[in-house]
């Protein structure tokens, strides 16, 4: 996993990077292949935003929040990430996804419910 962090027009402070270090690390956990991440935090006026770009083996992934907390826009756009990779995942998971209970007729003449193969 390398997860790197650019600031534009502010301070990089160690307290901002082990948060969003810690934030997209935990984005791993989803993922199949190891991941590659870029995260760029910005500073205009009062707004703070967080763009994130993940890359994980075919899959790729972005998301940017604005808000007036750069911590929230961190957690904002991490929770954004998560609601795509799962989409992903559970588009994966029901591609072929056809069960052969589907395919079964309940027979309910016979004593024991038996199912018959239809």
């Known amino acids: 996993m390398?997860?790197?962090?650019t600031f534009?027009?502010?301070?990089?402070?160690?307290?901002?990077?082990?948060?969003?270090?810690?934030k997209i690390g935990r984005l791993q956990r989803f993922m199949r292949t190891p991941?590659?991440?870029?995260?760029?935090?910005?500073?205009?006026h009062?707004?703070?935003?967080a763009e994130v770009d993940i890359h994980s083996g075919p899959h790729h992934f972005h998301?940017?929040?604005t808000?007036?907390?750069?911590?929230a826009s961190l957690d904002l756009v991490v929770d954004k990430l998560e609601?795509?990779?799962?989409?992903?995942?559970?588009?994966?998971s029901k591609?072929?996804?056809?069960?052969?209970?589907?395919?079964?007729?309940?027979d309910d003449s016979s004593p024991d419910g038996a199912a018959k193969e239809g």
């Open 2 to 5: 390398q997860i790197s962090i």
């Open 35 to 44: 991941m590659k991440a870029e995260v760029k935090l910005s500073c205009q």
């Open 83 to 92: 609601r795509q990779i799962r989409a992903k995942k559970e588009e994966r």
């Open 67 to 71: 808000s007036e907390d750069m911590y």
């Open 46 to 49: 009062l707004s703070q935003s």
């Open 8 to 22: 534009r027009q502010m301070e990089s402070t160690e307290a901002v990077k082990t948060y969003a270090n810690d």
């Open 63 to 65: 998301a940017h929040e």
């Open 95 to 106: 591609k072929g996804a056809d069960r052969a209970s589907d395919h079964l007729i309940f």
